[in-house]
């Protein structure tokens, strides 16, 4: 079955490979923290759930909730899992930035 | 009330309860090693964004849902001013009483609206709130906005308020 994917804005590409990177471990707390150190940028709590809910309402991610913690005040942590969908759309994304880096000389690719 | 409850409350209002104590979580986690200020800035950021992403993310199905929350309390209105005549008429009541009684029976339906409103929009109610206040100015705005195109005296006054080229 061929699968729709929407396009991806830029913080959405983000999001989800915080989420691929971290595996079973992505829950706010942990993709906040990925990618202030993979970006330098620390991504408002605010920003962080309002892409998630939205991409989780595109079918790109899917969430369950965790056992409750003395650490949250008894609350649940909620974790993400990037589903076929969003695997798919964040793939077509990358490509496309391969195919706009080919052929351009700049210093910081050559070097990554 | 600790302050993690007040949170809780307060993003209720812009997203489901399972999803606002999982953020308060996430925040409390965070900000073990913050302030006060820290806390709040991030809750109130949070359900910011959260009330206006609720809005963003289907602008038309929520004015809508608000517009027909606005007729329904237009209707409400209409029947809330009958209700009150017939009843101060059969109990006696006029004047200020009367006026008193109107005004009672008019909250009371604005009650009901706002209920039908956050039955209809679960853990999105302040964005529905937010998006009928919109469609509610509408109607007072428009034909201000006619009357400029037209160009009625407002308009002409509006021009003397801007800077000279």
Known sequence: MRIRVPALGEFEQVVLLAILRLGDRAYGVTMREEIRDCTNREPTPGALYTTLDRMEEKGLVRSRLGDPTPQRGGRAKRFFQVTAAGVEAVARAQRAYRQLLRGLKLPVVAHA | ?165
């Open chain 2, 1 to 165: 009330m600790p302050k993690d409850r007040i949170a809780e409350g307060l993003l209720v209002l812009v997203t489901s309860r399972e999803r606002a104590a999982s953020i308060v979580g996430d925040i409390m986690e965070s900000s073990a090693t913050r302030g006060r200020v820290w806390w709040w800035s991030a809750v109130l950021r949070a359900a910011a964004s959260l009330l206006w992403g609720g809005f963003a993310n289907s602008p038309l199905g929520m004015l809508g849902l608000a517009f027909r929350a606005w007729l329904m309390g237009l209707r409400l209105g209409v029947c809330s001013i009958i209700i009150a005549s017939i009843l101060g008429a059969a109990l006696g009541i006029y004047g200020i009483a009367q006026q008193t009684l109107t005004v009672a029976v008019f909250i009371l339906c604005q009650f009901f609206v706002g209920r039908w409103l956050a039955w209809r929009a679960p853990g999105r109610e302040l964005s529905a709130w937010f998006a009928l206040l919109i469609i509610g100015q509408v109607p007072y705005t428009l034909p201000f906005i006619v009357q400029l195109a037209r160009g009625h005296p407002f308009s002409q006054m509006w021009r003397a308020w801007q800077p000279l080229d």
